[in-house]
């Protein structure tokens, strides 16, 4: 049988690149997708809401719109870094946090909630005190005052991408006591429409070193597979986990083989 078979699950930014291809690959496996993006998804999904991610009350709203309980909630969407810093920040954070918490009361037992991460967030470790308390924050306006009073150095899309994937680690313990798991893909780059936008902000030479170390880089379908694992019962004791899904390359960049991107 099927691991999504009879499975109610949600899908953010399922019009597009990795969420279409999760989309899609949740529909072959059996699932009831539920689409939640500004976009219409081609994928022959059961229902889609369109919201705004980075607006609360449009959160809200979809929340309020679908019916019933879920098994998995994947949190896919996200705005490179050609976007404003503001929106990016706030769709790429701080809806990832407002939506995963608004679904602890509409998932059932043992569901999960798995976030599309980045590599560019590798840089969490050196700032993991500030992003701690970015995260101790209690609302989405309270997170938005908070970026507004504490500008960060660097590009916006990095910096969302290490606070998805500190709050993923952050919430394990919580999910758990509630009988829920929280997991994140951290992809490095991928085929998708939005590829341009990210040589256009993390530089043409970066990427194409790496697609040249790799031989290529991923298709959105390679880490559609990676989300549903982490979204199933087959990774029902992996718990607040980060997995690089990206080639092999920040093995090396972590052992010192090759320097970090400058991104």
Request: net charge negative; no cysteine; hydrophobic share 45%.
């Amino acid at each position: 049988m099927s691991r999504y078979a009879g499975k109610r699950v949600v899908v953010t930014g399922a019009a597009s690149g990795i969420g279409h291809a999760t989309a899609e690959a949740l529909v072959a496996e059996g699932a009831e997708v539920f689409s939640l993006d500004r976009n219409e998804p081609t994928a022959a999904v059961a229902g889609h809401v369109k919201v705004d991610l980075s607006d609360p009350d449009s959160i809200d709203a979809a929340v309020a719109e679908l019916d019933g309980t879920f098994d998995v909630l994947f949190n896919v969407a996200g705005l490179p870094g050609t976007a404003p810093a503001d929106v990016v920040f706030k769709v790429n954070a701080l809806a990832v946090r407002h939506l995963s918490e608004a679904f602890l009361e509409r998932l059932n037992p043992g569901g999960s909630v798995v976030v599309v991460s980045s590599t560019a967030g590798f840089g969490w470790p050196d700032r993991l005190e500030t992003i701690k308390d970015l995260l101790a924050t209690d609302t989405f306006a309270e997170g938005v005052q908070w970026i507004a009073d504490h500008p960060q150095e660097g590009n916006a899309y990095n910096f969302s991408k290490e606070v998805a994937t500190v709050y993923t680690m952050l919430m394990a313990l919580v999910f758990a006591e509630a009988g829920f798991r929280i997991n994140a893909v951290l992809p490095g780059p991928v085929e998708t429409p939005i590829l341009a936008d990210f040589e256009e902000t993390m530089g043409h030479d970066n990427l194409d070193g790496l697609k040249e170390l790799l031989g290529r880089h991923a298709q959105p379908e390679e880490i559609a597979k990676v989300a549903l694992f982490l979204g199933s019962d087959d990774a029902s004791w992996v718990n607040g986990h980060p997995l690089l899904v990206e080639g092999g390359a920040f093995g090396a960049v972590y052992t010192g083989l090759v320097p970090a991107p400058e991104i």
